[in-house]
């Protein structure tokens, strides 16, 4: 079992849509929660945090987090061709120097 | 506001050549990474260090080494290139001000690195 799973993609969705994005994890002890934005050709750059249980609203994007559950999610509020990208969920290891384990990324894909 | 800064950008070597990657952050962060994206791949951690004099192995560390002589440089250093280090590698920093375990890490451009 990998220690953050997201599906592959790619997740398609029109323009106007909500895009859901999901992320799994292993270690139960895990405490914060990234969502990443990276672009082709590109440097991963930070969408959202969360830490709690719930919801947490940063403009179009939600993060969502249930630590029962071990998972994570991210959604996107009306989606534009420029959301287009692959999302890494990255999860901070219990124990270590804020080591993040990421994902391998869901590719989102928007289109007109 | 220069933030992370990593060279070359690219960069082809043959089998068994040496060479240094060069990353250098300004925002006097005590943390810093380096991980290497292979393609369709999320990110592999190879190496850290919390501060000046102190680093440890990450991941996939092996066939690279690193040192952390100030506060602001973190170079990667890889001894006899092969084929299955070609990769992108990314460079990150982070403060370590508030929890510490809530501080992103802020990244560098990459270094697209083949190996031949």
């Known amino acids: 079992q990998k220690e953050v799973e997201q599906n592959s993609g790619p997740l398609s969705v029109p323009e106007g849509a909500i895009a859901s994005l999901n992320c799994t994890y292993s270690d139960r002890g895990s405490q914060s929660f990234f969502w990443y934005r990276q672009y082709s050709g590109k440097s991963p750059e930070l969408i959202m945090s969360i830490y709690s249980n719930g919801d947490k609203e940063d403009g179009r994007f939600t993060a969502q987090l249930n630590k029962a559950s071990q998972y994570v999610s991210l959604l996107i509020r009306d989606s534009q061709p420029s959301d287009s990208a692959t999302y890494l969920c990255?999860?901070?290891?219990?124990?270590?120097?804020?080591?993040?384990?990421f994902g391998a990324g869901t590719r989102l894909a928007v289109h007109p | 506001n220069a933030g992370v800064t990593q060279t070359p950008k690219f960069r082809i070597l043959k089998i068994g050549q040496s060479m240094t990657l060069q990353c250098t952050q300004d925002?006097?962060?005590?943390?810093m990474y380096w991980y290497r994206q292979d393609p369709g791949m999320g990110l592999k951690l190879i190496y850290y260090?919390?501060?000046?004099?102190?680093?440890d192995k990450g991941e996939v560390p092996n066939g690279y080494n690193v040192s952390r002589s100030t506060t602001e440089d973190f170079p990667l250093r890889l001894e006899l290139a092969a084929p299955s280090q070609t990769s992108v590698y990314f460079c990150?920093?982070?403060?370590?001000?508030?929890?510490?375990?809530?501080?992103?890490?802020?990244f560098g451009d990459g270094t697209r690195l083949s190996i031949l």
């Open positions: 925002m006097n962060h005590n943390y």
């Open positions: 260090s919390v501060g000046a004099g102190i680093t």
């Open positions: 990255a999860v901070r290891k219990t124990g270590g120097y804020n080591k993040l384990i």
């Open positions: 990150a920093s982070r403060t370590v001000t508030g929890y510490n375990g809530n501080q992103p890490q802020h």
